[in-house]
């Protein structure tokens, strides 16, 4: 086996996480600034902090990578312009790592040098899509956590000479696809895909059987590769492991850089392998699994009965005869570790730090904090701790840090250059969306999602009247069974395809005379994304239905490519590759806010739904006046289970999406 190396890419939510990972002996650190970071909740850091670390990283041999990762936007483009001018000048990062596609056109614009890493959010899930991602200028995928080995070695193998892979080998999962999310802005208004992510995912449902104690039936349990990870030291594409966890303190961060350093360097040492191991269960995070990383012997990385916070379980509080509650801790602790009483939707969750050393079985007092109470029996864990080997390392490196100087942290006056706005078709159109072709007469705005069973329905004369819209996500093994379904398209002179990535291009031969469309799930929401489509060959564009009403209406100003909206319909709130085995799929799902959601399956993914559908109607001329040409409804059968919907959603319309 020609083994390679791939660095490891470690998280920094803040300067004590960075020093951590340096001291580690991490190859790259990945840390988000204050805006524009899919982490939005970390510390973040400010961008002459930031340079500061970078220069120390540099002298360690330490590259530096940027998130700048959330969806853009019509606002957002001239402040990340001058955000990415500066920090080309100060911090000087070796990468910057983008959702919008917005960005690669942003960073040409500034002038920024380094590499441009799609993230995962960006959904490029598929090997055929590599090309694609390629042609736009970008050096490095980052491949979806829902990937099993062959599948990565099938993206290995498709990879263009000129890119690379990143892969996620340990911290947490989500239950939805990455950059398929809306369910914290459906239900809340805080976009996943904008860093405010609530984790709506993490809390208890209950089934149609209200009796049934509610579980956390979408919570996952953490990644962890650990010894898997030696496969892939034989697939060099893959150049980087990718360690989750920017929210996480440095105890983590040095620890888990630590074993998969170990892992890496010593991949047939039996002994080293176990030391690793032993110091990832040292990590402080979630319970672990594999999830499907294994084909021959995929996990369903979910434990509903079971809670699935962070942290390693110190304690079960009691409480004193007058009310106030403590714990007996299990194990010592020491000054400046961080406990977590409790989960953060039960009452009086809160975080503590411990400040003086306190041996086990020692009696630790909680502080009630407001009215809440806090129940006897509530879990107490520790999820950060400064040991004083971590803390003398973390003090060395930061008192070479205080001796760096960094350049000013000049200004910029940026602004970037938008398309030319497009004449506006004379007529507006309506169009449905449906899974099977409607009965009769094909007209024009009949939309139908791709599959072998609506193409069995479909009259070959219609094939060319109707929109085909490609599914959201494409899996590796998908890929042909898509491939042949284009195909068939084509052959009976299908000419309007509505692609829900920008990387599904790559089905269709580069001569086809065919019309892109960008459907509503490429999250199109600013005018240089248009633009960049518009060069893909892309005809129109369904904007994201999350935006709120001043980024809807200011869109069709500066679009160089006729706008579409999804004015009614279902639209998910997630998609996933994986479901509970406790989910009933088509039956009710109740949150303990009593909201509905149900899931059903298409193909390999599950799409869960809300109870109630999405409805601009009341906008649409608004909508029509500002400038949108095509308006879709997306209909989906409704489940007999499910009670009828009793309200509808404008979704962020009424909000400002933070």
């Known amino acids: 086996m020609n083994e390679h190396k791939p660095e490891i ?101 500034a002038g920024f040098e380094g590499e441009l890493h799609l993230s995962t959010l960006a959904n490029v899930s598929h090997p055929a899509a590599l090309k694609t991602a390629e042609e736009l200028g970008v050096d490095r995928v980052v491949v979806p956590r829902e990937l099993n080995l062959d599948e990565i070695r099938m993206m290995a193998e498709a990879c263009p000479d000129s890119m690379t892979l990143e892969m ?48 956390r039936l979408f919570s996952c349990l953490d990644l962890s590769l650990d010894v898997l990870t030696k496969p892939t030291l034989a697939i060099p594409k893959v150049s980087s492991w990718k360690i989750e966890g920017r929210k996480k303190g440095p105890h983590y961060v040095y620890y888990t850089v ?84 409790g989960y953060q939707d039960q009452p009086g969750h809160q975080t503590m730090k411990i400040r003086k050393f306190i041996p086990k079985r020692g009696k630790i007092s909680i502080p009630v904090k407001g009215r809440t109470r806090l129940k006897s029996g509530t879990r107490v864990f520790l999820i950060d701790r400064r040991e004083e080997g971590l803390v003398k390392a973390i003090k060395k490196l930061d008192s070479r840090l205080s001796k760096i100087k960094v350049a000013d942290n000049v ?52 094939v060319s009247k109707i929109f085909w819209h490609l599914p959201p996500v494409v899996w590796p093994d998908e890929e042909k069974e898509v491939q042949k379904l284009v195909d068939i398209c084509l052959s009976g002179d299908g000419r309007d395809f509505v692609l829900n990535a920008p990387w599904q291009k790559a089905f269709f031969p580069k001569n086809a005379k ?33 935006l709120a009403r001043d980024d809807f209406l200011s869109l069709p100003q500066s679009s160089p490519l006729p706008l579409g909206v999804v004015l009614t319909g279902m639209w998910p709130l997630a998609l996933s590759r994986i479901i509970a085995d406790e989910t009933e799929l088509m039956s009710p799902i109740y949150s303990q806010k009593k909201e509905i959601c149900w899931a059903r399956k298409y193909g390999q993914t599950y799409w869960i739904y809300p109870g109630w559908p999405l409805d601009f109607g009341a906008e649409r001329k608004v909508l029509e006046n500002s400038g949108y040409t095509m308006f879709l409804d997306i209909q989906e059968p409704w489940p007999r289970a499910v009670p009828e919907p009793q309200r509808t959603s404008n979704f962020n319309w009424d909000l400002t999406l933070l």
């Open 411 to 462: 200004g910029s006056n940026m602004i970037v250059e938008l398309p030319q706005p497009c004449p506006l078709p004379e007529r507006t159109a309506r169009h449905t969306l449906q899974r099977n072709p409607p009965k009769g007469k094909t007209k024009f705005g009949t939309d139908v999602w791709l599959s072998m069973n609506a193409l069995k329905r479909t009259p070959r004369p219609a």
């Open 9 to 109: 890419l470690a998280p920094a939510g803040d300067k004590s996480s960075f020093l951590a990972a340096i001291a580690a002996g991490a190859d790259a650190v990945y840390a988000g600034l204050k805006h524009f970071s899919a982490r939005m909740e970390a510390y973040n850091f400010a961008t002459s902090e930031l340079a500061a670390l970078a220069e120390l990283g540099r002298e360690n041999g330490v590259r530096t990578h940027i998130p700048m990762n959330t969806l853009m936007k019509p606002d957002d483009l001239n402040s990340a312009a001058r955000l990415v001018e500066r920090i080309s000048r100060t911090v000087k990062p070796d990468a910057l790592i983008i959702q919008d596609i917005a960005m690669v056109d942003i960073a040409r614009q």
């Open 258 to 341: 630590a074993a998969y350093k170990m892992l890496r360097d010593n991949p047939n040492d039996a002994k080293a392998k176990k030391n690793a191991v032993e110091l990832l269960e040292l990590a402080l995070g979630r319970p672990t699994s594999h999830s499907v990383f294994l084909p021959q012997r995929p996990y369903t990385p979910l434990d509903p009965s079971n809670e699935t916070g962070s942290g390693f379980l110190i304690g079960i509080t009691k409480q004193e005869k007058n009310g106030k509650p403590y714990f007996n801790c299990r194990q010592e602790l020491l000054a400046g570790d961080f406990l977590r009483i």
């Open 514 to 546: 065919v019309r892109f469309h960008a459907g509503p799930f490429c999250n199109v929401s600013n005018p240089l994304t248009i633009e960049l489509l518009a060069d893909m060959g892309f005809s129109s564009a369904y904007v994201s239905p999350e």
């Open 168 to 215: 996620f080998v340990h911290g947490a999962l989500c239950y939805s696809v990455s950059g398929r999310c809306y369910w914290s802005s459906y239900f809340g208004g805080k976009s996943s895909l904008r860093g405010r992510c609530v984790q709506p995912c993490r809390r208890l449902y209950g089934g149609a059987k209200r009796k049934d104690a509610p579980k």
